[in-house]
């Protein structure tokens, strides 16, 4: 049993590094621009900058399932610090960036990396905690998630007040680092003991020459050839490769920051120079320099392999390559629409048969598959309702997002910083009612506190979607209404996140949290398109209809009915989310599936 001061100190670590993943996804709201203006694109080319947007948003989402998988096969801790890595190195790419490939490419990172914290967290909470237990930490999780909303714009805005937006994404390197250290120094004194890998023989236990029996598949018993000589061989092959990995690994990622930060006193010198120049083309990442630092993590892959590639032949990596490209077409088809003109974005119509074929072939190779990417009862029973209703509380959750501030601005009252703050009492609501949907799974069912907490967050949208221009001045029922809202939507994070891993075998955990994690991402970003483009039409339905086009207080009614329209949206969402979640039903226990044991030797 793991002390229970380890326990949380190891939760509190790990949704540290959550909250972190959260913030960045909205810190770059506010520094957009001088990000544009760093990598040579001007303000009047707003489009080029999607990506920088949607490339973290298809990090994010798209490798989510590999990596649930990755934390059911290793122990959790690895995947923690795996994560971690990554999200640090994209982040030192991001704030290195000179021209917009490099940048969107350290988003994508970002994006993998800080993604990949949230279910290796929520199938920590499963490890940790038994199933009667995990409300309260499931809670806790789904709290700072949110929490990381409200202070990523915060944090952003007082980092840009003193430096310039690289500063940002350096504060994210240095708090990874943190964090890394951090997990290292708890998770192996905190994480339960896993079993050895399975052992496929079928044979006789025969005597070892050095210790317990061993299995012989066929034949007489042969003592195994393990004495103190293999025994030393191996220690010191196995330590060779380590230092020649970490001397490879810290060669190569030196010079790729040398590559990308490019030192005037180095560039500019006649000799030293020389690495800087690209081979062919401007690009930094055709310099001899980089050419050679990517030829030392190669190497450091190579080395490494035998590490990692017994983990990888279990992960089903065809089916992991067909999740991610049904997802990202997803994302990048929403993701990069103007909402003005359409729902599909500019190559939508290409990549949805795109990603509705590679959805296909997954559910074929699901069916072929020995040992698929998303093992067989995790989409099951409840778990299925479970990512319906996670999916309709994303719908809902963007609606008041975006159009919450859309509102205010339409007001003589606001400017971009008030009406940010009018969203904030939203905000802050949601990671209460997160705590409090988590607590009170000790004495309810999944299904009443997610479904009260969404029926709430209905009432409260429904009349939000009668609100005017002097509604959202009125500061006292908007704040109510926002509180209201809020809670509703935070009470049902936990129960579902519960509900997905009761029912789910215990040796898919991360693949279930990770699921709930995409299932919400996608509400989001389709929700916002759908509901957007649907409020929109009815904008221009409004303007169409005015007598005098240019009238400036009836465009701001068009607007309101605009605003309303998504609100509408969004409380039919949540109500939709609320009805399946009342299927939920009480608590069950975990299915009596065996677990599967895990690699622990990387």
Same mark, same amino acid.
């Given at each position: 049993?793991?002390?229970?001061?380890?326990?949380?100190?190891?939760?509190?670590?790990?949704?540290?590094?959550?909250?972190?993943?959260?913030?960045?996804?909205?810190?770059? +709201? *506010?520094?957009?621009?001088?990000?544009?203006?760093? $990598? /040579?694109? %001007? #303000?009047? !080319? @707003?489009?080029?900058?999607?990506? =920088?947007?949607?490339?973290?948003?298809?990090?994010?989402?798209?490798?989510?399932?590999?990596?649930?998988?990755?934390?059911?096969?290793?122990?959790?801790?690895? +995947? *923690?610090?795996?994560?971690?890595?990554?999200?640090? $190195? /994209?982040? %030192? #790419?991001? !704030? @290195?960036?000179?021209?917009?490939? =490099?940048?969107?490419?350290?988003?994508?990172?970002?994006?993998?990396?800080?993604?990949?914290?949230?279910?290796?967290?929520?199938?920590?909470?499963?490890?940790?905690?038994?199933?009667?237990?995990?409300?309260?930490?499931?809670?806790?999780? %789904?709290?700072?998630?949110?929490?990381?909303?409200?202070?990523?714009?915060?944090?952003?805005?007082?980092?840009?007040?003193?430096?310039?937006?690289?500063?940002?994404?350096?504060?994210?390197?240095?708090?990874?680092?943190?964090?890394?250290?951090?997990?290292?120094?708890?998770?192996?004194?905190?994480?339960?003991?896993?079993?050895?890998?399975?052992?496929?023989?079928?044979?006789?236990?025969?005597?070892?020459?050095?210790?317990?029996?061993?299995?012989?598949?066929?034949?007489?018993?042969?003592?195994?050839?393990?004495?103190?000589?293999?025994?030393?061989?191996?220690?010191?092959?196995?330590?060779?490769?380590?230092?020649?990995?970490?001397?490879?690994?810290?060669?190569?990622?030196?010079?790729?920051?040398?590559?990308?930060?490019?030192?005037?006193?180095?560039?500019?010198?006649?000799?030293?120079?020389?690495?800087?120049?690209?081979?062919?083309?401007?690009?930094p990442l055709l310099t001899p320099i980089a050419l050679t630092a990517a030829a030392l993590l190669i190497l450091l892959?190579?080395?490494?392999?035998?590490?990692?590639?017994?983990?990888?032949?279990?992960?089903?990596?065809?089916?992991?390559?067909?999740?991610?490209?049904?997802?990202?077409?997803?994302?990048?088809?929403?993701?990069?629409?103007?909402?003005?003109?359409?729902?599909?974005?500019?190559?939508?119509?290409?990549?949805?048969?795109?990603?509705?074929?590679?959805?296909?072939?997954?559910?074929?190779?699901?069916?072929?598959?020995?040992?698929?990417?998303?093992?067989?009862?995790?989409?099951?029973?409840?778990?299925l309702r479970s990512l319906l209703v996670s999916l309709l509380v994303g719908a809902a959750l963007v609606a008041v997002?975006?159009?919450?501030?859309?509102?205010?601005?339409?007001?003589?009252?606001?400017?971009?910083?008030?009406?940010?703050?009018?969203?904030?009492?939203?905000?802050?609501?949601?990671?209460?009612?997160?705590?409090?949907?988590?607590?009170?799974?000790?004495?309810?069912?999944?299904?009443?506190?997610?479904?009260?907490?969404?029926?709430?967050?209905?009432?409260?949208?429904?009349?939000?979607?009668?609100?005017?221009?002097?509604?959202?001045?009125?500061?006292?029922?908007?704040?109510?209404?926002l509180v209201i809202v809020g809670l509703g939507i935070g009470l049902a994070l936990a129960p579902v996140n519960n509900?997905?891993?009761?029912?789910?075998?215990?040796?898919?955990?991360?693949?279930?949290?990770?699921?709930?994690?995409?299932?919400?991402?996608?509400?989001?970003?389709?929700?916002?398109?759908?509901?957007?483009?649907?409020?929109?039409?009815?904008?221009?339905?409004?303007?169409?209809?005015?007598?005098?086009?240019?009238?400036?207080?009836?465009?701001?009614?068009?607007?309101?009915?605009?605003?309303?329209?998504?609100?509408?949206?969004?409380?039919?969402?949540?109500?939709?989310?609320?009805?399946?979640?009342?299927?939920?039903?009480?608590?069950?226990?975990?299915?009596?599936?065996?677990?599967?044991?895990?690699?622990?030797?990387?």
């Amino acid at each position: 049993m793991v002390p229970s001061s380890r326990r949380h100190a190891l939760l509190a670590t790990a949704a540290a590094g959550v909250a972190l993943a959260a913030a960045d996804t909205y810190v770059v +709201v *506010l520094a957009l621009t001088d990000m544009m203006a760093g $990598v /040579g694109i %001007g #303000v009047d !080319a @707003l489009q080029r900058a999607t990506p =920088i947007i949607s490339g973290f948003l298809l990090g994010y989402i798209a490798v989510l399932p590999l990596i649930g998988r990755l934390s059911d096969l290793l122990d959790r801790q690895r +995947v *923690l610090l795996g994560c971690l890595i990554v999200f640090v $190195v /994209g982040s %030192g #790419v991001t !704030a @290195l960036a000179t021209d917009l490939g =490099i940048l969107v490419g350290g988003r994508v990172l970002q994006g993998m990396g800080g993604g990949g914290l949230v279910p290796a967290t929520l199938a920590l909470v499963a490890d940790l905690w038994p199933s009667d237990r995990r409300g309260t930490p499931l809670g806790v999780v %789904g709290a700072v998630q949110e929490l990381g909303s409200v202070l990523g714009p915060v944090l952003g805005a007082v980092i840009l007040a003193w430096s310039g937006w690289r500063a940002i994404f350096w504060v994210n390197v240095a708090a990874g680092l943190v964090l890394y250290a951090a997990v290292r120094a708890l998770g192996s004194r905190s994480l339960p003991a896993l079993p050895p890998p399975p052992t496929h023989s079928s044979g006789p236990a025969v005597p070892s020459s050095s210790g317990p029996a061993v299995p012989s598949s066929s034949g007489p018993a042969v003592p195994r050839s393990s004495g103190p000589g293999v025994h030393r061989q191996g220690v010191e092959t196995g330590a060779t490769r380590r230092v020649a990995a970490r001397v490879l690994g810290g060669l190569g990622l030196a010079l790729g920051w040398l590559a990308l930060a490019a030192p005037d006193s180095l560039v500019t010198d006649v000799t030293l120079g020389l690495p800087f120049v690209p081979v062919t083309g401007s690009s930094p990442l055709l310099t001899p320099i980089a050419l050679t630092a990517a030829a030392l993590l190669i190497l450091l892959a190579g080395v490494t392999a035998p590490r990692w590639w017994a983990v990888l032949r279990r992960v089903d990596l065809f089916g992991a390559l067909l999740v991610a490209v049904a997802l990202g077409s997803l994302v990048l088809t929403f993701a990069s629409s103007d909402p003005e003109r359409e729902v599909v974005g500019p190559w939508g119509y290409a990549l949805l048969p795109f990603g509705a074929a590679a959805l296909l072939a997954l559910l074929w190779w699901h069916r072929r598959s020995a040992d698929p990417l998303i093992p067989r009862g995790v989409v099951g029973r409840r778990g299925l309702r479970s990512l319906l209703v996670s999916l309709l509380v994303g719908a809902a959750l963007v609606a008041v997002v975006v159009d919450v501030p859309v509102l205010a601005r339409l007001t003589d009252s606001y400017d971009a910083t008030g009406a940010a703050l009018v969203l904030v009492r939203f905000l802050l609501a949601v990671p209460v009612g997160a705590l409090l949907g988590g607590w009170s799974l000790h004495r309810l069912g999944d299904g009443v506190v997610a479904g009260g907490g969404l029926a709430l967050a209905a009432g409260g949208m429904f009349h939000m979607s009668t609100w005017t221009v002097d509604s959202i001045a009125d500061t006292v029922p908007t704040t109510a209404a926002l509180v209201i809202v809020g809670l509703g939507i935070g009470l049902a994070l936990a129960p579902v996140n519960n509900a997905a891993l009761a029912d789910s075998p215990g040796h898919a955990h991360g693949v279930a949290s990770a699921l709930v994690v995409v299932a919400r991402m996608v509400g989001m970003v389709v929700g916002l398109a759908l509901l957007t483009s649907i409020g929109l039409n009815r904008y221009f339905e409004e303007v169409r209809q005015l007598p005098d086009p240019f009238d400036t207080e009836a465009l701001i009614a068009a607007g309101v009915v605009q605003v309303q329209t998504v609100f509408l949206g969004g409380a039919v969402a949540a109500l939709l989310g609320g009805l399946v979640a009342f299927t939920l039903g009480s608590r069950r226990a975990v299915a009596t599936v065996p677990d599967e044991p895990r690699f622990v030797g990387l």
